[in-house]
């Protein structure tokens, strides 16, 4: 049963465009969204996160929009640069337990 | 800024031998995780220890056998590795808000 679902499963924009992720939730006890950023060779690491209590997270070129009633959520990437090119990991926490869910990822590629 | 740190980062073994990753964060976290990672991306969490207790302990074969000497260590262990164990086995730790610290992980190859 997968908990965190991400589309698509890879995406190709062009330098310069706006690349947009989507991440939903099945768990309403899910409140604490993480994504994470992973380049080949290296662990996951936090790009940028947001509350259930909000509904916009923005973070210089990235921002989160949250739809709780809804149970989405996406990543937008403004103004996209070859240096983007990763996998994006979607993941969501409740405050119930102890363990991070993640989705299956988007593969980004930024082509210059 | 690396905080987490794993090792070794690669080992290519053959099937039934015995392997360790060994981790250790300086991050002062009374968490930390072991995720594994497939060949398709799909992170899945493993284990998860709270202060040297074992709180986290999913679905995985008993040949998979966590170590925690003091909250700052996690060491994985698998007894007598299996082809379907190849990939690449993550630490993390973590923050009291949640947010995962990852190491550049520990790449498995079974032959």
């Known amino acids: 049963q997968q908990q965190v679902r991400q589309s698509p499963q890879s995406l190709t924009v062009w330098e310069g465009e706006t690349a947009i992720l989507n991440c939903s939730y099945e768990d309403s006890t899910f409140n604490y969204f993480p994504w994470y950023q992973q380049f080949p060779g290296e662990g996951p690491a936090l790009l940028i996160s947001?509350?259930?209590?909000?509904d916009k997270k923005e973070d210089g070129r990235f921002t989160i929009f949250f739809n709780k009633r809804e149970k989405k959520l996406s990543l937008h990437i403004t103004d996209s640069q070859p240096g983007d090119s990763a996998t994006y990991f979607c993941a969501a926490l409740s405050g119930s337990f102890n363990k991070l869910t993640f989705g299956a990822g988007t593969r980004l590629a930024v082509c210059p | 800024e690396t905080a987490v740190f794993q090792t070794p980062n690669y080992h290519v073994t053959q099937v039934g031998n015995e392997v360790s990753f060994n981790c250790k964060q300086t991050?002062?976290?009374?968490?930390m995780y072991w995720y594994k990672q497939d060949s398709k991306k799909l992170l899945k969490i493993m284990f998860s220890?709270?202060?040297?207790?074992?709180?986290v302990n999913e679905t995985v074969p008993r040949r998979f056998s966590p170590q925690s000497s003091d909250k700052a260590h996690l060491n994985l262990r698998i007894k007598s590795v299996e082809p379907e164990d190849s990939a690449v086995y993550l630490c993390a730790s973590r923050r009291v808000t949640g947010q995962l610290y990852f190491g550049e992980g520990s790449k498995l190859t079974v032959l």
């Open positions: 991050l002062g976290h009374d968490t």
């Open positions: 947001i509350r259930s209590v909000s």
């Open positions: 220890y709270n202060n040297k207790q074992l709180i």
